[in-house]
């Protein structure tokens, strides 16, 4: 068994938190804003039209990114519904207790 030490990770990050993954799902949110972007220029020639570029990818960004106790808002709606799908009735009582 290596020991390896506290603070070297075992993925790939650009920065601290912010490695491939993350890269992946703010790129993904700037195509979406950019798709509501022509969408809206269909409708409006408003400058106001530029933050459907900038509010899904920052709100990508900050659904990807993990916090301090290591799990991102993704991980965390993924388990919760993991959770959500398991028995919570049980079907047997000890009587006498």
Same mark, same amino acid.
């Given at each position: 068994? =290596?020991?390896?030490? %506290?603070? +070297?990770?075992? #993925?790939? &990050?650009?920065? $601290?938190?912010?490695?491939? #993954? &993350? /890269?992946?799902? *703010?790129?993904?949110?700037? /195509?979406?804003?950019?798709?509501?972007?022509?969408?809206?220029?269909?409708?409006?020639?408003?400058?106001?039209? =530029?933050?459907?570029?900038? *509010?899904?990818?920052? /709100?990508? =960004?900050?659904?990807?990114? $993990?916090?301090?106790?290591?799990?991102?808002?993704?991980?965390?709606?993924?388990?919760?519904? %993991?959770?959500? #799908?398991?028995?919570? #009735?049980?079907? =047997? +009582?000890? &009587?006498?207790?």
């Amino acid at each position: 068994m =290596y020991q390896v030490p %506290k603070n +070297i990770s075992a #993925k790939f &990050e650009f920065f $601290p938190g912010f490695g491939w #993954k &993350e /890269l992946f799902f *703010v790129l993904a949110g700037l /195509l979406t804003g950019f798709l509501f972007y022509l969408l809206l220029g269909i409708f409006t020639q408003s400058p106001a039209r =530029y933050l459907a570029i900038f *509010v899904p990818a920052g /709100l990508s =960004y900050f659904l990807s990114v $993990p916090g301090p106790d290591g799990n991102s808002v993704i991980s965390l709606i993924k388990c919760y519904l %993991k959770w959500s #799908k398991k028995q919570k #009735k049980y079907l =047997y +009582i000890q &009587e006498g207790m």
